[in-house]
């Protein structure tokens, strides 16, 4: 089915742990970007990437790194989990005409303990 | 820099009376703007989307929105609500200079009554 996918839905870690959220798009959208959510605070834009090999920070970019070696996958790293990382994360994708509406993915629920 | 402003952050109707949810945003240049809903622990889905075509857009589930660039609003309409609206909904606005990347509202979650 064509669109959005993340992995994992949901994902507990201990502080200073690492791990990588999955995202990837069959849509051949050249645009992705990873928002967080939290309460009362709507999206903010962690990374994006306009195509393969080119990232750029958003509004909330520390303590997050990510990577764009393919069109398809945009992952996004935790290095050292911290307690402030706790948020639903997603993943969203666009082709390069923006008045189409991103695609969004499902959301990661991640708890750090 | 642009901008998004939801003016309520929580709405509550009665089902079958109209509803509305305010927006307004800030931008040096002709926005294309969005309404997204999210349901309880689901992902976003697009309604509607303004790009500067119709002033009057509509979208999914008797959603529509009107743009008014003099008061440099956005606000989301339905004649009548649903039980099944109730949900949160988000005003955005896409930065086409920053990799069309999306700037949010903080939220505005509809609870509709029976």
């Known amino acids: 089915n064509a669109g959005v996918t993340q992995t994992p839905k949901f994902q507990v870690l201990k502080t200073g742990q690492s791990m990588t959220l999955q995202c990837a798009q069959d849509?051949?959208?050249?645009?992705m970007s990873w928002y967080r959510q939290d309460p009362g605070m709507g999206l903010r834009l962690i990374h994006y990437?306009?195509?393969?090999?080119i990232t750029d920070q958003g509004e909330v970019p520390n303590g997050y790194n990510v990577s764009r070696s393919t069109t398809e996958d945009f992952p996004l790293r935790l290095l050292s989990a911290a307690p402030s990382q706790t948020s639903v994360y997603f993943c969203?994708?666009?082709?390069?005409?923006w008045g189409v509406g991103y695609t969004f993915g499902s959301g990661t629920r991640l708890t750090v303990v | 820099a642009q901008s998004v402003t939801q003016l309520d952050s929580h709405v509550s109707v009665s089902e079958g009376t109209p509803v509305l949810l305010r927006c307004n945003y800030s931008?040096?240049?002709?926005?294309?703007l969005f309404w997204y809903v999210q349901h309880p622990n689901k992902g976003l889905q697009l309604l509607l989307k303004?790009?500067?075509?119709?002033?009057l857009v509509k979208g999914i589930n008797g959603f529509e929105a009107e743009f008014k660039k003099s008061e440099t609003s956005f606000h989301l309409t339905k004649p009548s609500a649903h039980m099944s609206d109730a949900a949160e909904y988000f005003c955005?606005?896409?930065?086409?200079?920053?990799?069309?990347?999306?700037?949010f509202g903080q939220g505005t979650e509809l609870s509709v009554k029976p």
């Open positions: 990437s306009v195509g393969a090999g």
């Open positions: 955005v606005v896409s930065d086409q200079n920053q990799g069309g990347k999306l700037i």
């Open positions: 931008s040096s240049y002709s926005p294309s």
């Open positions: 303004y790009t500067s075509a119709a002033t």
């Open positions: 849509m051949n959208h050249e645009y």
């Open positions: 969203a994708s666009i082709k390069n005409n």
